[in-house]
Protein backbone atom coordinates (compact mmCIF):
# COMPACT_ATOMS: atom_id res chain seq x y z
CA UNK A 1 0.00 0.00 0.00
CA UNK A 2 1.21 3.54 -0.83
CA UNK A 3 -0.14 6.07 1.49
CA UNK A 4 1.12 9.52 2.49
CA UNK A 5 -1.47 9.71 5.62
CA UNK A 6 -1.49 7.74 8.94
CA UNK A 7 -1.45 3.88 8.89
CA UNK A 8 -1.28 1.26 11.79
CA UNK A 9 -0.50 -2.12 11.96
CA UNK A 10 -0.13 -5.17 14.57
CA UNK A 11 3.44 -5.90 15.10
CA UNK A 12 4.75 -8.98 17.26
CA UNK A 13 8.52 -7.70 16.97
CA UNK A 14 10.30 -6.71 20.54
CA UNK A 15 9.60 -3.19 22.03
CA UNK A 16 13.42 -2.93 21.82
CA UNK A 17 13.78 -3.61 18.53
CA UNK A 18 11.15 -2.12 17.19
CA UNK A 19 11.91 1.59 19.23
CA UNK A 20 15.64 1.55 17.54
CA UNK A 21 14.41 0.70 14.32
CA UNK A 22 11.52 2.99 13.86
CA UNK A 23 13.38 5.54 15.87
CA UNK A 24 16.31 5.34 12.86
CA UNK A 25 13.20 6.07 10.21
CA UNK A 26 12.29 9.51 12.30
CA UNK A 27 16.45 10.25 11.86
CA UNK A 28 16.54 9.72 8.53
CA UNK A 29 12.96 11.65 7.85
CA UNK A 30 11.27 8.69 6.12
CA UNK A 31 8.17 9.18 8.80
CA UNK A 32 7.48 12.08 11.10
CA UNK A 33 6.11 10.18 14.05
CA UNK A 34 5.08 6.87 15.85
CA UNK A 35 3.55 6.02 18.83
CA UNK A 36 2.82 1.70 19.79
CA UNK A 37 1.25 -0.01 22.78
CA UNK A 38 2.03 -3.55 23.65
CA UNK A 39 -0.92 -5.53 24.65
CA UNK A 40 -1.46 -8.29 26.92
CA UNK A 41 -3.24 -10.90 25.48
CA UNK A 42 -7.07 -11.17 26.34
CA UNK A 43 -8.45 -14.17 27.38
CA UNK A 44 -9.33 -14.80 23.77
CA UNK A 45 -5.98 -14.46 22.32
CA UNK A 46 -3.12 -16.81 22.39
CA UNK A 47 -0.34 -14.20 22.38
CA UNK A 48 1.23 -10.67 23.20
CA UNK A 49 1.28 -8.04 20.14
CA UNK A 50 1.98 -4.32 19.90
CA UNK A 51 -0.48 -1.89 18.11
CA UNK A 52 1.75 0.77 16.08
CA UNK A 53 0.57 3.71 14.36
CA UNK A 54 3.05 5.58 11.93
CA UNK A 55 2.98 9.20 10.15
CA UNK A 56 5.23 9.29 7.17
CA UNK A 57 6.68 11.83 6.20
CA UNK A 58 5.75 11.86 2.89
CA UNK A 59 4.26 8.85 0.20
CA UNK A 60 5.61 5.79 1.50
CA UNK A 61 5.22 2.29 0.19
CA UNK A 62 4.08 -0.01 3.59
CA UNK A 63 5.15 -2.84 2.32
CA UNK A 64 8.91 -2.19 2.81
CA UNK A 65 7.89 -1.43 6.51
CA UNK A 66 7.42 -5.15 6.68
CA UNK A 67 10.66 -6.06 4.91
CA UNK A 68 12.26 -3.70 7.52
CA UNK A 69 10.98 -4.62 10.81
CA UNK A 70 12.03 -8.40 10.02
CA UNK A 71 13.65 -9.67 13.62
CA UNK A 72 15.00 -12.69 14.11
CA UNK A 73 13.20 -14.85 17.31
CA UNK A 74 15.92 -14.82 19.65
CA UNK A 75 13.83 -17.55 21.55
CA UNK A 76 14.23 -20.09 18.33
CA UNK A 77 16.24 -19.20 15.13
CA UNK A 78 14.30 -21.86 13.31
CA UNK A 79 11.41 -19.90 13.99
CA UNK A 80 10.25 -17.81 11.47
CA UNK A 81 11.38 -14.03 11.82
CA UNK A 82 9.44 -11.80 13.98
CA UNK A 83 7.49 -8.83 11.74
CA UNK A 84 4.03 -7.24 11.41
CA UNK A 85 1.36 -7.63 9.67
CA UNK A 86 -0.15 -5.93 6.52
CA UNK A 87 -0.87 -1.87 7.31
CA UNK A 88 -3.80 -0.34 6.85
CA UNK A 89 -5.04 3.36 6.64
CA UNK A 90 -6.48 5.19 10.20
CA UNK A 91 -7.09 8.07 11.99
CA UNK A 92 -5.31 8.80 14.54
CA UNK A 93 -8.27 9.10 17.24
CA UNK A 94 -10.19 6.00 16.18
CA UNK A 95 -6.96 4.27 16.35
CA UNK A 96 -6.05 5.96 19.91
CA UNK A 97 -9.26 5.38 21.88
CA UNK A 98 -9.33 1.47 20.46
CA UNK A 99 -5.95 0.45 21.27
CA UNK A 100 -6.10 2.33 24.84
CA UNK A 101 -9.42 -0.10 25.18
CA UNK A 102 -11.20 3.06 26.26
CA UNK A 103 -14.01 1.91 27.91
CA UNK A 104 -16.57 4.31 26.25
CA UNK A 105 -15.30 3.68 22.73
CA UNK A 106 -15.87 0.43 23.15
CA UNK A 107 -19.45 0.10 24.75
CA UNK A 108 -20.01 2.40 21.78
CA UNK A 109 -19.15 -0.22 19.27
CA UNK A 110 -21.19 -3.10 21.91
CA UNK A 111 -18.19 -4.49 22.70
CA UNK A 112 -15.67 -4.52 25.89
CA UNK A 113 -11.45 -5.54 27.09
CA UNK A 114 -10.37 -7.12 30.23
CA UNK A 115 -6.90 -4.83 30.04
CA UNK A 116 -7.30 -1.33 29.71
CA UNK A 117 -4.31 1.51 29.04
CA UNK A 118 -2.97 4.95 29.75
CA UNK A 119 -1.29 7.13 27.66
CA UNK A 120 1.90 6.44 29.80
CA UNK A 121 2.14 3.18 28.37
CA UNK A 122 2.78 4.17 25.35
CA UNK A 123 6.06 4.21 23.52
CA UNK A 124 6.11 6.86 21.24
CA UNK A 125 9.14 9.22 18.63
CA UNK A 126 7.54 12.35 20.61
CA UNK A 127 5.68 12.55 24.12
CA UNK A 128 4.16 16.03 23.81
CA UNK A 129 3.03 15.76 20.55
CA UNK A 130 1.37 12.00 21.62
CA UNK A 131 0.11 14.29 24.30
CA UNK A 132 -1.45 17.03 22.30
CA UNK A 133 -2.79 14.40 19.95
CA UNK A 134 -4.44 12.36 22.78
CA UNK A 135 -5.62 15.72 24.32
CA UNK A 136 -7.71 17.41 21.22
CA UNK A 137 -9.77 13.56 20.72
CA UNK A 138 -12.93 15.19 20.45
CA UNK A 139 -15.06 12.56 23.01
CA UNK A 140 -18.37 14.43 22.59
CA UNK A 141 -20.15 11.53 20.60
CA UNK A 142 -19.29 9.27 23.48
CA UNK A 143 -20.45 11.10 26.11
CA UNK A 144 -23.53 9.00 26.49
CA UNK A 145 -21.55 5.81 26.69
CA UNK A 146 -19.17 7.33 29.14
CA UNK A 147 -21.50 8.13 31.36
CA UNK A 148 -23.00 4.65 31.27
CA UNK A 149 -19.89 3.23 31.71
CA UNK A 150 -19.01 5.84 35.02
CA UNK A 151 -22.30 4.85 36.64
CA UNK A 152 -21.42 1.02 36.92
CA UNK A 153 -17.98 1.92 38.07
CA UNK A 154 -19.69 4.08 40.89
CA UNK A 155 -22.35 1.04 41.80
CA UNK A 156 -25.07 2.85 39.84
CA UNK A 157 -27.78 -0.33 39.14
CA UNK A 158 -29.23 -1.47 36.06
CA UNK A 159 -32.58 -0.77 37.54
CA UNK A 160 -31.83 2.37 38.56
CA UNK A 161 -30.71 3.44 35.62
CA UNK A 162 -33.78 2.12 33.59
CA UNK A 163 -36.14 4.06 36.34
CA UNK A 164 -34.24 7.51 36.08
CA UNK A 165 -35.05 7.04 31.94
CA UNK A 166 -31.27 6.60 31.06
CA UNK A 167 -31.84 3.40 28.71
CA UNK A 168 -33.75 3.06 26.02
CA UNK A 169 -36.65 0.91 26.41
CA UNK A 170 -36.29 -0.13 21.99
CA UNK A 171 -32.26 -1.14 23.24
CA UNK A 172 -32.93 -2.72 26.70
CA UNK A 173 -31.61 -6.21 26.24
CA UNK A 174 -28.50 -4.36 24.27
CA UNK A 175 -27.95 -1.97 27.06
CA UNK A 176 -28.38 -4.74 29.96
CA UNK A 177 -25.90 -7.16 28.06
CA UNK A 178 -22.92 -4.44 28.05
CA UNK A 179 -23.91 -3.75 31.88
CA UNK A 180 -23.20 -7.53 32.34
CA UNK A 181 -20.18 -7.49 30.29
CA UNK A 182 -18.65 -4.40 31.32
CA UNK A 183 -19.48 -4.79 35.55
CA UNK A 184 -17.77 -8.40 34.90
CA UNK A 185 -14.64 -6.91 33.18
CA UNK A 186 -15.00 -9.61 30.43
CA UNK A 187 -13.61 -9.47 26.70
CA UNK A 188 -16.58 -9.16 24.50
CA UNK A 189 -16.05 -8.55 21.10
CA UNK A 190 -19.40 -8.17 19.33
CA UNK A 191 -18.85 -10.69 16.50
CA UNK A 192 -15.75 -8.88 15.77
CA UNK A 193 -12.43 -11.39 14.92
CA UNK A 194 -8.77 -11.31 17.51
CA UNK A 195 -5.43 -10.81 16.06
CA UNK A 196 -4.48 -13.84 17.29
CA UNK A 197 -7.63 -16.18 18.28
CA UNK A 198 -7.08 -18.36 20.66
CA UNK A 199 -7.77 -22.32 20.00
CA UNK A 200 -8.32 -25.57 21.55
CA UNK A 201 -6.36 -28.51 20.86
CA UNK A 202 -6.26 -32.71 21.09
CA UNK A 203 -3.27 -33.28 23.12
CA UNK A 204 -2.42 -36.28 21.39
CA UNK A 205 -3.24 -35.39 17.75
CA UNK A 206 -2.68 -31.80 17.86
CA UNK A 207 -6.04 -31.57 15.84
CA UNK A 208 -7.64 -28.14 15.94
CA UNK A 209 -11.06 -28.64 17.82
CA UNK A 210 -12.57 -25.40 18.44
CA UNK A 211 -11.88 -21.65 18.38
CA UNK A 212 -13.13 -20.27 21.58
CA UNK A 213 -13.98 -16.69 20.07
CA UNK A 214 -16.63 -15.52 22.03
CA UNK A 215 -20.01 -14.27 20.81
CA UNK A 216 -23.08 -13.11 22.31
CA UNK A 217 -25.00 -16.66 22.13
CA UNK A 218 -22.30 -18.79 23.73
CA UNK A 219 -22.44 -15.80 25.96
CA UNK A 220 -25.86 -15.89 27.42
CA UNK A 221 -25.60 -19.24 29.03
CA UNK A 222 -23.75 -17.01 31.90
CA UNK A 223 -26.71 -16.25 34.40
CA UNK A 224 -27.64 -12.43 35.00
CA UNK A 225 -27.93 -12.96 38.73
CA UNK A 226 -24.51 -12.48 39.91
CA UNK A 227 -25.11 -8.86 38.32
CA UNK A 228 -28.44 -8.41 38.42
CA UNK A 229 -30.08 -10.30 41.30
CA UNK A 230 -34.07 -10.68 42.04
CA UNK A 231 -34.69 -7.74 43.32
CA UNK A 232 -33.41 -5.97 40.85
CA UNK A 233 -34.97 -7.60 38.30
CA UNK A 234 -38.70 -7.35 40.65
CA UNK A 235 -37.80 -3.39 40.31
CA UNK A 236 -37.35 -3.88 36.24
CA UNK A 237 -40.47 -5.62 35.84
CA UNK A 238 -42.53 -3.29 38.07
CA UNK A 239 -40.78 -0.30 35.93
CA UNK A 240 -42.12 -2.42 32.71
CA UNK A 241 -45.49 -2.72 33.80
CA UNK A 242 -46.23 1.07 34.63
CA UNK A 243 -44.99 1.86 31.19
CA UNK A 244 -46.88 -0.66 29.48
CA UNK A 245 -50.40 0.43 31.49
Aim: net charge negative; charged share 30%.
Amino acid sequence: MRTSKPFSTISYNTPEFLTVKLNELVERRVISFFAFIKHYKEEDERKDHIHLIIFPNGLYQTDALQDYLLEPDLSDLTKKPLGIMPCQNSKFADWYLYVSHDSAYLASKGQTRQYHYLEEDFVSSNEDYLHELIRTIDRTKYAKTQEFVDQIKNGVSFAEMVTKGQIPVPQFNQWRSMYEYLKFGDTYRNDRKTHTPKVDFDSETGEIIKGIEKNLETRKKFALSPVIDGKEIKELNEIFNKQNK
